[in-house]
């Protein structure tokens, strides 16, 4: 592989983030099939900060006896997604992008002050029936060693005759068997708060203006905040060793809300959930959560 | 070697002396503006002017509120020194959501039955007109922070991040689990439809509560166990009235589409507070009084509902089968079932339970069901649903009415049982 590594260091500030993701509304229009972004963006020591983790822990609403939470590592790596996205190689605009689903792979258990190196670069091309998909891989090495992993699967809408292998089969959950667990009030400044722990200040997630600009009717909650704050109701005391989540992102949540979390009482090591609405018949987000399961 | 010294005298029976509670308000009407605390001491003053406890000194005053201000840290002890007992009676608070009152009652029995104290009053009172209301998270981080700053320029460094907007969005108390976010009655819904708990048999329920009341209001029942406050001379839930159609117009509280529980069959926020006077038998011959009831034992359990394993409100259904075993006995020995009605469907869902084969033996590891409770035997003098549920204040009510019922009729068995936040049960066992 002709990868070409560059060494993120200092990480990109929110301004040139800004900046690029402007610059990168704008592209030329694609003659042929789209090329695969080569770069592999690497930063080589990142801390998983006892400060950072309660910051995202409050927003999320993990609690410390958690431990390391287990998307954790991707809001860290958020930043180099973004760089890949808005690089000027990049075929599309980087805003349009839409977050379909996500897999993260833990292979063991993180700790706080412990140092990671983030890898982000684009896997493949992924046809979509909506359009082209693209998948992004995160990996996260401690040691040497493969600790965290992260799929990230971003759509554009509405290119015809999309290219590459299709992404993994929907997920299967026991839909109609799921009760509700919980609920959540979400206010109309969640985007705004989840955006400084995040890095992603996407318009769409943090001002109604941005939002009606690209279509929505109000701010709508970022998937990863979701994801989040689903896996904070459900990761156990302790933190986790071995863990994988699944999830692919539905129907957007329109800020503030109310969602309600439903999933089945934990009976062996993986767990099916669902973000539903508040008539609890439209999900927002789909997941399975499985803990301390052998992973291939 | 060393001397183990806990070393208690031989248990004693403790005796169930009298109660006294005043009439429980419906929040924000006659009680709007009493704190935890008068009400507290109005139901104190009554038992101590009731049994001509002035100016003596108890054992012990255990006592607590559910929903509390952070000033009334010493809620138990503040309310005591408002009132005639001896200013040198200890005190102590307990918090157990709705178990609070029994909780206390089976502590002070526990000292008087190892021989610790002779006497002492357990109780709880719970206002939610006069709910606390915290200010905003980021304003109070704000004070925080200046209050550690050191200097006056720091300090007011600190106070600029003080926003306007921060005094219009208050801490609310909130009626919802803090780990679920849903409210008890939501929780009480999912049980409802588990349970497969029809409008009907909760509507029939909640009118046999009022009846009951009612006719015990009737027949002077409560004389000696109410004192009259502000005006109120019972409980201004009941109403003395209620048919079944009026419960059937209702709509549903928590679930409008598919619900059945509605603000008829749910007991209502309610203010009031509720004591019991606890003794040795030594103690009640010594001051004349007759023994109403002996508290034999008690038994908490808890769930995980949290996972939606089971039921919020069911733990209950966990508690009694094992206390059950313990002593060895049947619901065939018990006269009476003083089973708290936080919801219509709630008491439904735990009988069920009981009766149900299967979930006795997977989940109460029982070999056959508990079986059925005779309906005449519960709740004989009407139950929350009919008087209010003051949280902390439920427990001292029911144990007090559950000890003259028995000796009212001369003798018997009762059992009490009460769901709590958080996944509790608490319940207990009165005889004589």
């Known amino acids: 592989m002709d990868d070409l590594t560059q060494i993120i260091d200092p990480p990109p500030s929110r301004t040139r983030l800004l900046l690029d993701g402007v610059r990168a509304l704008r592209k030329p229009k694609l003659d042929g099939a789209p090329l695969l972004p080569k770069a592999r963006l690497v930063r080589p020591a990142v801390e998983l900060s006892a400060e950072g983790i309660a910051a995202y822990g409050r927003a999320c609403g993990f609690r410390r006896e958690q431990g390391v939470p287990l998307t954790y590592p991707h809001v860290l790596a958020f930043p180099l997604h973004l760089m890949l996205l808005t690089r000027p190689s990049f075929p599309y605009p980087a805003s349009g992008m839409v977050h379909l689903a996500n897999r993260i792979r833990q292979h063991q258990r993180l700790q706080e002050g412990q140092a990671l190196r983030l890898e982000v670069y684009a896997a493949r091309w992924v046809a979509h029936p909506k359009g082209q998909a693209l998948s992004i891989a995160t990996r996260a090495y401690s040691a040497g060693a493969l600790v965290w992993e992260g799929d990230s699967l971003y759509l554009r809408r509405g290119v015809a005759d999309p290219v590459g292998a299709p992404w993994d089969e929907a997920l299967a959950l026991p839909s109609d068997s799921l009760v509700r667990t919980q609920k959540w009030l979400l206010p109309a400044d969640l985007g705004r708060r989840f955006a400084k722990v995040s890095g992603d200040f996407n318009p769409i997630h943090t001002s109604v203006i941005g939002a009606r600009l690209f279509g929505f009717r109000r701010a709508i909650a970022h998937g990863m905040w979701t994801l989040g704050r689903a896996l904070a109701a459900q990761q156990p005391p302790g933190g986790l060793e071995r863990a994988e989540v699944q999830c692919e992102f539905k129907l957007p949540i329109l800020l503030p809300g109310q969602v309600a979390l439903w999933n089945l009482p934990a009976s062996g090591p993986r767990r099916a959930f669902e973000v539903r609405n508040g008539a609890g018949d439209k999900p927002h987000l789909r997941g399975l959560l499985s803990i301390n399961e052998n992973l291939q | ?432």
């Open chain 2, 1 to 432: 070697m060393s001397h183990y010294s806990f070393n208690p005298a031989p248990t004693r029976r403790v005796a169930i002396i009298g109660g006294n509670r005043i009439p429980f308000a419906r929040s924000n009407t006659v009680y709007a503006h009493d704190s935890n605390q008068d009400l507290l001491v109005a139901a104190l003053q009554g038992l101590v002017d009731r049994y001509n406890l002035h100016g003596q000194r108890l054992g012990e005053f255990a006592a607590g509120a559910v929903i509390k201000h952070s000033r009334d840290f010493n809620l138990a002890r503040e309310s005591l020194l408002s009132t005639t007992l001896s200013p040198e009676t200890p005190a102590y608070d307990v918090q157990q959501a709705c178990g609070t009152g029994l909780e206390a009652a089976l502590l002070v029995a526990n000292k008087i039955a190892l021989g610790q104290i002779e006497v002492g009053v357990a109780g709880g009172a719970d206002t939610t007109s006069d709910a606390p209301i915290g200010i905003n998270e980021s304003l109070r981080h704000t004070l925080l922070a200046a209050n550690r700053a050191k200097g006056l320029g720091d300090k007011l460094k600190a106070l600029l991040k003080v926003r306007p907007s921060m005094f219009f969005k208050p801490l609310l108390p909130r009626n919802g689990e803090p780990r679920t976010g849903l409210s008890m009655g939501e929780h009480c819904e999912e049980m409802a439809k588990r349970w497969q708990i029809k409008r009907l048999a909760q509507d029939e329920l909640t009118l046999t509560s009022h009846q009951r009341l009612a006719a015990a209001y009737q027949r002077g029942f409560f004389d000696d166990l109410i004192s009259p406050h502000r005006g109120l001379a019972r409980d201004n839930n009941l109403r003395a009235d209620a048919s079944l159609e009026k419960l059937a117009g209702l709509s549903p509280a928590y679930d409008r589409q598919s619900g059945t529980l509605t603000a008829g069959n749910s007991t209502p926020l309610t203010d009031g507070a509720s004591v019991v006077l606890l003794a040795s038998e030594a103690w009640a011959a010594e001051h004349g009084w007759p023994v109403l009831a002996y508290l034999r034992t008690g038994e908490t359990a808890a769930v995980n509902f949290v996972d939606g394993s089971e039921g919020l409100l069911m733990a209950p259904a966990y508690a009694v089968p094992r206390m059950l075993q313990r002593e060895g006995l049947s619901f065939a020995d018990f006269d009476f079932f003083e089973i708290h009605e936080a919801f219509a469907a709630q008491v439904l869902c735990t009988l069920k339970a009981w009766e149900d084969p299967v979930y006795c033996r997977e989940r109460l590891g029982l070999a056959a069901p508990l079986g059925a409770i005779e309906r005449a035997k519960m709740n004989v003098n009407g139950g929350s649903l009919g008087c209010g549920h003051p949280f902390a204040a439920t427990g001292g009510r029911q144990l007090a009415a559950l000890a003259k019922a028995i000796h009212e009729r001369g003798g018997g068995r009762g059992l009490i049982s009460i769901c709590a936040a958080g996944g509790l049960g608490i319940t207990a066992i009165v005889e004589k």
